[in-house]
């Protein structure tokens, strides 16, 4: 039986925003999408990919206010996306307000609704530009590279999800609907991991290094027949247990010296690791080491092509693909990032239903009553929301930064015999002489949050967790499966101990399938995803990326998974693959095998020399009647090569954009940090005071909502910094008992 829609959703997006589209049908939505005759279709794999189980109304332009007023009525959210210019909902909302008042309205453009650059264009390429993402593909001394398969703009629309799931949540607080934006050049800055943090904490911008990480000892190393991604960062096994696999064949060269036993010897001498390490793989097939590094639970993996992700086996024992009917047939998707309820798996979609301007919204369940503590008249979109905080690195911390920036109270669960490994990994504090407490990477992913030091391997540890489980309303957790269990606060006994609770598990391939027990890294779920394997340039050899774009998606995702809950009021366990939510952000990369695209004759994109030290801009697609009249010139692109290189680039990127080419410097985090008029004029590196590091900018927020915005009231916790407060306001504890756990060790 299909599940009752929970969300009306009515569509006028363009491809800025399509993954939001995407995202709310995988979650049961019923969305009719508006389009205007004139408009620009989708090309057949994208009209599939996006649209697949939505009803599209197609009417003349004369004739959309009135659809879209009509519709409005019963409608949850509005979702537009496209240039400030061309959006048609802001100047209806204003035209009659009252009609608006009940609707979680959403609008997605390049550079959001305020600032000096407000009105500028930008497509995949040029967003992956301004954002400072392209600035970290490619390989030394050659041109930047920009992510593949559009992660820009599906970053873009995922936060546009997000939003509208904000803004109907806080509905049923404050009754009311309201206006939240979202930028695109924003959402791709917000997406670097060290790329702009790195500036601000250690005054360096990292470098294109051809797939190298600056951060973790993982890249793609080549092997007998194709690549391997993988490396002997984290904790000291993952290079024991490398290095014993390879001297057990007299493979280690001088590696098993005591020299190499070092850490911090062996990464300030890693190019001779890694020739010792190539040399090592070369001898072996992608499928040998793969197979036997996840016998071993080492985190390798085979670079594979998008076109094999159908193949997958923990893919495919998980349901992860969706089936859509077409006319022609059944043809295999990628599925969603996660199993909502809304859309059990295995999915089955119907290609986008042409309508009538009959057409009417299908019956919606009724709207779910928020749990007592979130029913304030104040505070953030989730407010009263309570989550306890489990994870380490980067996926799960980036999941609850967002929800504590948005009202949620984040208790983070550390101690210092486990500490989150960006407190002390040398690579990752970034800040000259930084200790643990001022890590400059733990700094920006844990804003916003309260931290509890407890011990887990004490008796009393686990019983105070479950204690604390009894009085969230979330826990999310980043382990590899199965350590919940230890402690007793598996699904199973969480559902015992607080029934309402919400329970999000971000392993990396997920809790079931053949898989299971894998080991991954950012750079594993990659390469298995397809991602990587699509960084290959004209030599054929894939990069991957050096910065942990997987973790964020996959963050993103559950972030989408959580409010999913809320909205419904249901508890439950979001079984979160990492995995899944990367394969799930490959665009149409797995129907591009079946359906075939239609080719677009523009030119570009294009990343072009400027002058100054590695300065370069980038230049949106373009017909080519539209640049030679621009650029003046029987042989436009080469016009526009040497413009670029004779032009500074800000002044270059104006110039074009006053004649409608999208372009945009191609920025770096010194850039985004410091020079770049929009992110400054929009506020998106504010500052907060931290107790040793002082004063430290960190990334800004993304949703911005009219009524119930976003806040940055705390910088990242010390270890412990709350752990009485904590006690005492949820387990009621007296200073007495919290000194006995002091001194029993438990509180460390």
Not at 129 to 144: D, K, N, S, V, Y
Not at 449 to 472: C, D, M, T, Y
Not at 710 to 736: I, M, N, S, W, Y
Request: net charge negative; aromatic share 6%; proline share 7%.
């Amino acid at each position: 039986m299909t599940p009752v829609p929970l969300l009306r959703v009515l569509d006028l997006t363009d491809g800025l925003a399509a993954n939001a589209v995407r995202l709310l049908v995988g979650l049961g939505a019923d969305v009719i999408r508006v389009r205007t005759d004139t408009a620009v279709p989708a090309t057949p794999p994208a009209a599939l990919h996006w649209y697949a189980g939505t009803r599209t109304l197609t009417v003349p332009d004369v004739d959309l206010d009135r659809v879209v007023a009509s519709l409005l009525v019963d409608a949850d959210i509005v979702l537009e996306s496209g240039p400030v210019g061309d959006l048609r909902t802001l100047d209806l909302r204003k035209a009659n307000p009252e009609a608006w008042e009940h609707v979680a309205h959403v609008v997605v453009t390049p550079f959001g609704l305020s600032g000096s650059r407000r009105d500028w264009l930008a497509d995949e390429s040029v967003a992956a530009a301004a954002g400072g993402m392209t600035w970290l593909g490619g390989r030394p001394g050659e041109a930047p590279t920009p992510p593949p398969r559009g992660q820009a703009t599906q970053l873009a629309g995922t936060h546009a999800a997000i939003a509208a799931l904000l803004a109907v949540i806080a509905r049923r607080r404050i009754g009311r609907g309201q206006l939240a934006e979202v930028s695109v050049q924003e959402a791709v800055a917000a997406t670097l991991e060290t790329g702009a943090i790195a500036w601000i904490h250690a005054g360096t911008v990292p470098g294109r290094t051809g797939g190298v990480y600056g951060h973790v000892a993982h890249r793609v190393f080549p092997t007998a027949d194709g690549y391997v991604a993988g490396g002997y960062s984290g904790p000291d096994r993952m290079w024991s247990d490398l290095l014993a696999w390879m001297n057990e064949t007299g493979e280690a060269a001088d590696l098993t010296d005591d020299v190499w036993q070092d850490p911090v010897h062996r990464w300030r001498h890693r190019p001779h690791v890694d020739e010792v390490v190539t040399a090592w793989t070369l001898r072996r097939t992608t499928a040998e080491i793969a197979v036997e590094a996840r016998r071993r639970a080492l985190p390798w993996a085979e670079v594979a092509a998008p076109a094999d992700l159908v193949a997958n086996p923990q893919l495919r024992s998980r349901d992860f693909f969706l089936q859509i009917s077409t006319p022609e047939g059944t043809v295999i998707d990628a599925g969603f990032p996660y199993e909502s309820p809304g859309q059990p798996r295995p999915v089955r979609l119907a290609a986008p239903e042409a309508v009538g301007i009959g057409a009417r919204w299908h019956v919606a369940a009724p709207p779910a009553e928020l749990p007592p503590q979130m029913r304030l008249a104040s505070g953030g979109a989730l407010s009263g929301l309570r989550v306890l905080d489990l994870t380490w690195v980067l996926a799960g911390p980036y999941v609850t930064r967002i929800l504590g920036d948005h009202g949620a109270d984040i208790v983070k669960v550390e101690s210092a015999h486990r500490q989150d490994p960006t407190r002390f990994a040398p690579s990752m504090r970034l800040r000259p002489g930084a200790g643990s407490e001022e890590s400059g990477y733990f700094l920006n992913f844990n804003r916003n949050k309260r931290s509890l030091a407890l011990n887990l391997r004490s008796a009393e540890g686990p019983q105070l967790l479950r204690r604390l489980a009894g009085k969230v309303d979330v826990v999310v957790e980043n382990f590899s499966p199965g350590t919940l269990a230890k402690w007793g606060l598996d699904f199973e006994n969480l559902q015992r101990i607080n029934p309402d609770a919400v329970l999000v598990s971000m392993s990396g391939v997920g809790a079931t399938g053949p898989w299971r027990s894998a080991v991954t890294f950012a750079d594993t779920l990659a390469g298995w995803s397809g991602l990587t394997h699509a960084t290959g340039g004209a030599d054929g050899i894939p990069q991957g990326l050096t910065f942990g774009l997987g973790d964020m998606v996959a963050a993103n995702a559950a972030v989408v998974a959580i409010l999913d809950c809320v909205l419904r009021g249901e508890g439950g366990h979001v079984d979160l693959s990492q995995l899944e939510a990367m394969a799930a952000h490959l665009g149409t990369a797995v129907l591009d095998t079946a359906v075939p695209a239609v080719a677009d004759d523009r030119l570009g994109p294009f990343v072009l020399r400027a002058p100054g030290d590695d300065r370069w801009l980038s230049v949106g697609r373009v017909s080519r009647e539209k640049l030679a009249s621009v650029v003046d010139g029987t042989d436009p692109v080469r016009r526009l090569e040497e413009y670029a290189a004779a032009t500074d680039a800000d002044r270059a990127a104006a110039h074009l954009q006053a004649h409608g080419i999208p372009a945009y410097p191609v920025r770096n985090g010194h850039d985004l940090v410091e020079r770049d008029p929009q992110l400054a004029a929009r506020g998106f590196y504010p500052t907060l005071t931290h107790p040793l590091a002082g004063k430290v900018r960190v990334e800004g927020v993304l949703h911005h909502l009219t009524d119930t915005p976003p806040h940055l009231d705390r910088p990242a916790p010390l270890l412990g910094e709350h752990t009485e407060e904590l006690l005492g306001e949820l387990l009621g504890l007296t200073t007495q008992e919290i000194a006995g756990l002091r001194e029993r060790g438990v509180l460390v």
